[in-house]
């Protein structure tokens, strides 16, 4: 009898394994939130280019900041209002 597939690991465990020295699994945080931070990033702009542009430099500047992620919101939120600034 196979298994069901395993959920998914939510956010805060990704999040905890990076800041505990697994920062290959990052990845896993940029596969789930580059589609909708580059959509969010060309309702700005409107312009694809730009949009992934500043949508990646989002995704790197949360991963430089990700220590000083408080968890008061949710990550997608916290992302989200970084490709808004």
Do not use: C
Not at 6 to 19: G, K, N, Q, R, Y
Not at 42 to 55: C, I, P, Q, R, T
């Amino acid at each position: 009898m196979e298994r069901p597939p395993a959920d998914p690991p939510s956010d805060e465990t990704i999040i905890d394994a990076v800041l505990g020295g697994a920062v290959d699994r990052y990845a896993e945080l940029v596969a789930r939130y580059r589609e909708p931070a580059w959509r969010l990033a060309y309702g700005f702009v409107g312009h694809a280019e730009d949009a992934k542009e500043l949508s990646q430099n989002a995704l790197v500047k949360a991963y430089r900041h990700l220590a000083a992620f408080r968890r008061q919101a949710k990550f997608s939120t916290w992302l989200y209002r970084i490709v808004a600034n």
